[in-house]
Every structure is written in C-alpha cells, then in structure tokens.
C-alpha cells in the first residue's frame, strides 16, 4: 500500500470516528437541556443537527457534512464552538480537537517505554498502601507487595498478560475484584476512549480495540458509546480474594520518565480497609500470591463441600 493510500485510509478513519462521536454527543443532549421545546413531533432522540448548527453559529449543511465524515477541516474556534453547542466537558472538548485532526491537537508518547529503575523503588516506599504502574492502555508495568496481596490474581498472570480491562471483561463473575463493575468499567473504557483519540493511527492499539471487541461483546457495547473521560481522584469498592470487601481511594499521578503511565495509589478508606489490607500483606508474604488465590478458594468452598 502507498504512503498515499495509507494517509487517506487513516484521514478516513478518523472522520467516521469523529462522525459516529458528533451524532452520539447531540443524540444525547434533551432540547430542554439547552431550552429548546421537545414538542410530540421528534423522530430522533436528542438535538437535532439544524439545532446544533445554530447554536453554534455554523451552516446546517456544513455541520452535516462534518457529522457525515466528509473530508472538510474545520478550525478550532468553529470546533469550540460545536463543543459548547453539545454541553461538552473539557476532555470531550479535547478528544473532539484530535479527532478532527486540527494543528496543536495533544500527540502521543510511545505505547510502551521502559520504567526507570526508581520506579519500582518508589512503588516499594509506598507500602502498605497498595500501588502500581499501569500504561494507558491498562497494561499493569509494575507493583508493590500490598497491591499483590489486594489482587493475587493479577500478578500471578505472565506480564504480557497484565491488563486490567482485558481482566475485568474476560475474567470468571466468581473472580472479578470490581464491586461495582458496571460503574468503574464504563468509567475506564471512557480513559481508553481518549486515549485511544490521541493513537487513532496507531497499529498496536488498532489490535488492541480489535483484541478486546472480539473477547467481549459487553466492551463493543460500551465502545460504541464514544464516550470520553479523564482520570480522576475517586472511590471503588475491590473485592478480595477471600471474599472481603474494601473501599479505597484511588489517585493516579503522572510521571516525567514515563509521560505514557500513571502510578496508581490506593488509600484505604477507613480503619477496616486498613486492617484488611495489613492482614492480606502479612499473608502474602507469608505464603505468596498463589498461596492467597489457593486460601480464597477454599474459603468459598466452605467447610464440608
């Protein structure tokens, strides 16, 4: 294939991601959302696209042309304006600017860069709370010894296969660490979602959504949502391996060495988290990861079965 061809099957890529998220965004929105009426006479869920247009102060033809994935190239002050005109949040805002291709867009780090030997270092000091290194696209880099306690399971995989959302949408319902799994996979599949914004013309993240769609018929679900998000400081209930439930929060920090990874804290929320997560420490390295999965299933199976 040409450099040509190759360059026109990227563009055309990127517009019909930058339709399907346009028409998602404006089905969304109510018209009294944006004091409009709703009125009996609506075919269609949401705004309409003459609507949108207006708001925004754009041709109604062009805005289509745009929704259609046409070959146009809007500017950033007419793709501000669209932002505005469907109540999008910054990180929407964001995404919207990469996938319309315009100059300044945020670029992408390499997928994967090798962690700097202080990584594993700091991870370490952080102990007992549990903590790990995890790239964009969910790929667990590295962890501590309270995070190997709080997910066993996790660590015992190959480290090519250390992946959060690969895990969470394949893994047994018996095995799933998530206590509110519907809340906090739609929340991560929205990160991928921008991240995936920032890599559209990428090979190994192409494989990786394709990877992932053909395991899961739950992630096609959620993927053709387009919906976008950003990582934030906030709560989940985890799941142990023995069947106990603990809250932490969660805080992702940004480092300079590994621009394309977040280091994962997670605080215990309260004085029982506390003590679950010192118990599950002291038993990990008292007998391992595998030692902790082995204890958890005979717990579940119960005295007698």
């Known amino acids: 294939m040409s450099t040509?061809?190759?360059?026109?099957?990227?563009?055309?890529?990127?517009?019909?991601?930058?339709?399907?998220?346009?028409?998602?965004?404006?089905?969304?929105?109510?018209?009294?959302?944006?004091?409009?009426?709703?009125?009996?006479?609506?075919?269609?869920?949401?705004?309409?696209?003459?609507?949108?247009?207006?708001?925004?102060?754009?041709?109604?033809?062009?805005?289509?042309?745009?929704?259609?994935?046409?070959?146009?190239?809007?500017?950033?002050?007419?793709?501000?304006?669209?932002?505005?005109?469907?109540l999008l949040d910054p990180t929407e805002r964001d995404h919207l600017h990469r996938l319309a291709g315009v100059p300044g867009a945020a670029k992408c780090t390499p997928a994967r860069q090798p962690l700097?030997?202080?990584?594993?270092?700091?991870?370490?000091?952080?102990?007992?709370?549990?903590?790990?290194?995890?790239?964009?696209?969910?790929?667990?880099?590295?962890f501590n010894e309270a995070y190997a306690a709080l997910d066993p399971r996790m660590v015992l995989l190959p480290p090519s296969d250390r992946n959060v959302l690969w895990r969470l949408f394949t893994a047994d319902e018996n095995t799933q660490p998530l206590v509110d799994w519907e809340r906090e996979v739609s929340f991560m599949v929205g990160q991928l979602r921008a991240e995936f914004g920032r890599r559209l013309h990428d090979p190994g993240w192409r494989a990786y959504i394709r990877k992932l769609s053909e395991a899961s018929p739950l992630f096609v679900e959620m993927w053709a949502r387009h919906e976008v998000s950003a990582p934030v400081t906030h709560r989940k209930g985890f799941r142990t391996v023995d069947?106990?439930?603990?809250?932490?929060?969660?805080?992702?920090?940004?480092?300079?060495?590994?621009?394309?990874?977040?280091?994962?804290?997670y605080t215990?929320?309260?004085?029982?988290?506390?003590?679950?997560?010192d118990e599950l420490l002291v038993r990990y390295r008292e007998i391992g990861a595998a030692g902790l999965v082995a204890e958890g299933a005979e717990g579940a199976e119960g005295p007698g079965s």
Do not use: C, H
């Not at 696209?49 to 754009?58: K, T």
């Not at 030997?117 to 969910?138: K, N, R």
């Open 243 to 265: 069947g106990r439930e603990v809250t932490i929060t969660a805080t992702g920090f940004t480092t300079a060495a590994v621009p394309d990874a977040k280091m994962w804290i």
């Open 116 to 142: 700097p030997p202080e990584a594993q270092t700091i991870l370490d000091s952080l102990s007992p709370l549990p903590a790990s290194m995890v790239s964009a696209g969910y790929d667990v880099l590295a």
């Open 4 to 86: 040509i061809t190759t360059r026109s099957a990227a563009a055309a890529s990127r517009r019909g991601e930058l339709a399907a998220f346009l028409r998602l965004r404006r089905e969304r929105i109510a018209p009294k959302d944006v004091g409009l009426p709703g009125g009996p006479r609506r075919r269609t869920p949401g705004l309409r696209r003459e609507e949108v247009a207006q708001r925004a102060g754009v041709g109604v033809a062009w805005y289509t042309w745009l929704e259609q994935g046409r070959a146009i190239n809007p500017s950033v002050q007419v793709l501000d304006a669209i932002a505005r005109a469907l």
């Open 268 to 277: 215990p929320a309260g004085p029982e988290a506390v003590r679950v997560i």
